[in-house]
């Protein structure tokens, strides 16, 4: 990760996160030009579907850092109990149709795959690895 988005981080990272990270930012997630979707269940009981493409890039993620706040008003808001997910270190990795993919960056959920909706269903526990999250989409056409 570079020096300007981990100052930009400024929290607790795992050093094996920080290679996946490394590894994946800005980069496609599997073919150039092809889409992907993924079933999505949110921890109040919602189900979503989604698609997306590609990673975010380092610029796209230094915009949403700053925005992250709404995430701790979510936990609140829809009463997400802290052993399913613990926000404060929750990276954003993927903008989707309908809200943002997070991986964890430490803690007890160190590694896990989250979605985020735009505000109508919460969290979403997605997998429980960045690989675990490649094997479970699907290719995706219009």
């Not at 079933?39 to 189900?47: Q, V």
């Not at 008003?73 to 809200?99: M, N, Q, R, W, Y």
């Not at 964890?104 to 429980?128: C, E, L, M, R």
Request: aromatic share 16%.
């Amino acid at each position: 990760m570079n020096i300007k988005l981990r100052a930009e981080w400024n929290k607790n990272i795992d050093s094996d996160i920080e290679l996946v990270l490394n590894h994946h930012i800005g980069k496609w997630i599997g073919e150039p030009n092809q889409k992907y979707t993924i079933d999505i269940e949110y921890f109040d009981g919602g189900r979503s579907d989604t698609f997306f493409d590609c990673f975010l890039s380092e610029s796209e993620i230094i915009e949403i850092l700053p925005n992250l706040k709404y995430l701790e008003e979510f936990e609140e808001h829809f009463e997400t109990h802290k052993l399913l997910v613990d926000s404060k270190f929750l990276f954003p990795i993927i903008e989707d149709a309908c809200g943002v993919f997070f991986i964890s960056t430490y803690g007890k959920f160190t590694g896990q795959i989250f979605h985020v909706d735009n505000g109508d269903f919460g969290f979403a526990f997605v997998a429980k690895s960045l690989e675990d999250f490649k094997v479970r989409i699907k290719a995706f056409d219009f």
